[in-house]
């Protein structure tokens, strides 16, 4: 049976108020208490991940007020890059000569897109004759560009209510299934069928976007 999450003040031991310094100290002390790299222990890394996972949302302003809003339902949509892109772990542990770069984090909780920042290359045919190519000039392209639905503000859900958590995984986006053969336990993890891994299921799709939290807006370029 999939477990739910706990609650993200109560993953770092702060109470709802406190403020960002506050946040910050009490994930930098449990954080070099469960590092991968100085603690060896059964369910260290788990934990790890865990205290990881509640400071990168507790940390940011806009993440935190989405969780105090909604609860993990709130940021079930984000992705590895979205929660860690902006966090400066050199700067919170660098004196202490631990990994706390892009290699652990991908490995936690999967690779990042690091080409998000930049965002992906859009390509364009484009028909020009030989006479403009020898001369030279101008030409306008016009394309179509994915970007966060603001109706919804990146959620999906339609203006006015919330993704509800996936009752089939308890808002993991994991479903874990247990077997023994000849005496061997094994689990197998897989993606929730019913919220296809994102722990959230949207009842009431945003009309803007369709439930896909990405509208395609019509742009154009001037390119010589």
Request: overall charge neutral; glycine content about 12%.
């Given at each position: 049976?999939?477990?739910a999450k706990r609650d993200y003040y109560e993953v770092l031991?702060?109470?709802?108020?406190?403020?960002?310094?506050?946040?910050?100290?009490?994930?930098?002390?449990?954080?070099?208490?469960?590092?991968?790299?100085?603690?060896?222990?059964?369910?260290?890394?788990?934990?790890?991940?865990?205290?990881?996972?509640?400071?990168?949302?507790?940390?940011?302003?806009?993440?935190?007020?989405?969780?105090?809003?909604?609860?993990?339902?709130?940021?079930?949509?984000?992705?590895?890059?979205?929660?860690?892109?902006?966090?400066?772990?050199?700067?919170?542990?660098?004196?202490?000569?631990?990994?706390?770069?892009?290699?652990?984090?991908?490995?936690?909780?999967?690779?990042?897109?690091?080409?998000?920042?930049?965002?992906?290359?859009?390509?364009?045919?484009?028909?020009?004759?030989?006479?403009?190519?020898?001369?030279?000039?101008?030409?306008?392209?016009?394309?179509?560009?994915?970007?966060?639905?603001?109706?919804?503000?990146?959620?999906?859900?339609?203006?006015?209510?919330?993704?509800?958590?996936?009752?089939?995984?308890?808002?993991?986006?994991?479903?874990?299934?247990?077997?023994?053969?000849?005496?061997?336990?094994?689990?197998?993890?897989?993606?929730?069928?019913?919220?296809?891994?994102?722990?959230?299921?949207?009842?009431?799709?945003?009309?803007?976007?369709?439930?896909?939290?990405?509208?395609?807006?019509?742009?154009?370029?001037?390119?010589?």
């Amino acid at each position: 049976m999939a477990i739910a999450k706990r609650d993200y003040y109560e993953v770092l031991g702060v109470p709802h108020d406190a403020d960002t310094e506050a946040i910050k100290t009490a994930y930098r002390k449990l954080a070099l208490k469960y590092h991968p790299d100085r603690n060896k222990d059964a369910g260290a890394t788990q934990h790890f991940k865990e205290i990881t996972e509640a400071f990168a949302v507790l940390s940011d302003p806009q993440k935190r007020t989405r969780y105090d809003a909604h609860g993990h339902a709130g940021i079930a949509g984000f992705t590895p890059e979205d929660l860690f892109g902006e966090i400066d772990f050199g700067d919170l542990f660098g004196r202490h000569g631990l990994d706390f770069g892009g290699g652990l984090l991908d490995g936690l909780f999967g690779r990042r897109r690091r080409d998000a920042l930049r965002g992906a290359d859009i390509e364009v045919s484009l028909t020009i004759s030989l006479e403009k190519v020898l001369k030279g000039g101008q030409e306008t392209v016009h394309f179509s560009r994915p970007t966060a639905c603001q109706a919804c503000s990146a959620t999906g859900a339609q203006p006015g209510t919330t993704p509800k958590s996936c009752d089939a995984c308890q808002g993991t986006g994991r479903q874990v299934a247990s077997r023994t053969d000849q005496g061997v336990s094994f689990q197998q993890i897989t993606p929730c069928r019913t919220c296809h891994g994102r722990g959230v299921v949207i009842e009431q799709p945003c009309g803007e976007c369709g439930g896909q939290a990405v509208v395609h807006r019509a742009e154009t370029l001037s390119v010589k």
